[in-house]
Antibody, heavy 121, light 110 residues
Framework: QVQLQESGPGLVKPSETLSLTCTVSGYSISSGYYWGWIRQPPGKGLEWIGSIYHSGSTYYNPSLKSRVTISVDTSKNQFSLKLSSVTAADTAVYYC??????????????WGQGTLVTVSS | QSVLTQPPSASGTPGQRVTISCSGSSSNIGSNTVNWYQQLPGTAPKLLIYSNNQRPSGVPDRFSGSKSGTSASLAISGLQSEDEAEYYCATWDDSLNGYVFGTGTKVTVL
């Protein structure tokens, strides 16, 4: 069974960089698939942030692209998110998920439990 | 704001059928497959329907999806109390070059 677990600071100061890591178990990232990040501000809807292939190829939400970096460490079976110059608007629950992209199919089939990141001084 | 529009709420009594709509455009629903996610209170979203009308293993056949043109629908038949949740449609948008989620619909079982 594929499992994902987010980890990282729960509190980040404004203008600083938010950093999160997703550890995958039950599946080797090197075997394939894309791996993505999605966030959800308190009481609001879901927003896709970006995804990365095991080879390191990335694609990002255009609205966040200038501030986002997603990387992968296949030796640790982890992938990470960095979001720079954060503001209170970046306060959200951040989820990592497996991003299945096969021909015309694109969906997130396995999700982590999510981690709340609050941006505040 | 999202490019996929859903009604904010829907409700029904146990056993009833509830339908949720998802309205998009030619660049998203009109040219890509639609997925639906169920988010129970305080939990992570769960894939409910993929490729317009396919159910992952373990999802009851009470849940069904359909797509026509630039709109999609999720139907829940035989509504149960455990179906109380937020439901999101989602798909790829060719113009935005990104994955987009709907605005979400909260289903209440009366």
């Amino acid at each position: 069974q594929v499992q994902l677990q987010e980890s990282g600071p729960g509190l980040v100061k404004p203008s600083e960089t938010l950093s999160l890591t997703c550890t995958v178990s039950g599946y080797s990232i090197s075997s394939g698939y894309y791996w993505g990040w999605i966030r959800q501000p308190p009481g609001k809807g879901l927003e896709w942030i970006g995804s990365i292939y095991h080879s390191g190829s990335t694609y990002y939400n255009p609205s966040l692209k200038s501030r986002v970096t997603i990387s992968v460490d296949t030796s640790k079976n982890q992938f990470s998110l960095k979001l720079s110059s954060v503001t209170a608007a970046d306060t959200a629950v951040y989820y990592c998920a497996r991003d299945l992209r096969v021909r015309a199919l694109r969906y997130f089939d396995y999700w982590g439990q999510g981690t709340l990141v609050t941006v505040s001084s | 704001q999202s490019v996929l529009t859903q009604p904010p709420s829907a409700s029904g009594t146990p056993g009833q059928r509830v339908t949720i709509s998802c309205s998009g455009s030619s660049s998203n629903i009109g040219s890509n497959t639609v997925n639906w996610y169920q988010q129970l209170p305080g939990t992570a979203p769960k894939l409910l329907i993929y490729s317009n009308n396919q159910r992952p293993s373990g999802v009851p056949d009470r849940f069904s999806g359909s797509k026509s043109g630039t709109s999609a629908s999720l139907a829940i038949s035989g509504l149960q109390s455990e179906d109380e949740a937020e439901y999101y449609c989602a798909t790829w948008d060719d113009s935005l070059n990104g994955y987009v989620f709907g605005t979400g619909t909260k289903v209440t079982v009366l």
